[in-house]
């Protein structure tokens, strides 16, 4: 049953910075999902090295005696490492927030994603979302674009109407915090 329009800005939408904290969150968890699924299946998902480079702060001196700080670190995903992040990013986003209506990272900084009109999103909604959100990604604008639009929205919320707002743990105001 849909629900009424969300109440302004100021009063009910997720915050840039919670936002960026939940994502980062929830790549984290993914990072280390991948990475145990390297190491099970044998798999080389990541590439990883550490070599010998410039100096980030070629005038500052370690204080840790003979102890080399310049080196160059290349962390990159391979061919197979970038399609199983990418279905493990479509899968998780869009049963947790199809389902929970948040992921974990959103659970843990007390949000949730809504339809625009404040109704629950569906599975195929959550999916959209998800692969909109690779595009949000890949662009960097698509996610800052949620610290300038009035609903907070970043580009994959415009394009699927949805919204991300403050949770409470009471069901009798819709779970929308607007006290914050």
């Keep these: 049953m849909a629900q009424g329009p969300l109440p302004p800005v100021y009063s009910v939408y997720a915050s840039f910075g919670r936002r960026v904290l939940s994502f980062v969150i929830d790549f984290t968890l993914l990072s280390i999902v991948l990475r145990a699924a390297q190491v099970v299946t044998g798999a080389k ?10 100096a980030l702060f070629p005038n500052v001196h370690s204080h840790f005696g003979n102890l080399d700080l310049s080196y160059a670190v290349n962390y990159s995903l391979t061919n197979i490492g970038t399609a199983v992040f990418v279905t493990l990013w479509a899968v998780y986003f869009t049963l947790m927030e199809g389902g929970r209506q948040a992921t974990i990272g959103k659970l843990i900084v ?12 569906t599975y195929s909604t959550a999916l959209w979302r998800s692969v909109a959100k690779l595009i949000s990604a890949l662009t960097i604008i698509g996610f800052v674009m949620a610290g300038f639009t009035r609903r907070r929205q970043a580009l994959h919320d415009l394009l699927a109407k949805t919204v991300v707002v403050l949770r409470t743990s009471s069901a009798q105001d819709g779970g929308f915090d607007r006290n914050v």
Excluded: Q
Excluded at 110 to 121: E, K, Q
């Design 110 to 121: 007390r949000a949730t994603v809504a339809m625009v009109d404040g109704s629950r999103i």
């Design 45 to 54: 998902f990541i590439n990883f090295s550490a070599h010998p480079g410039e």
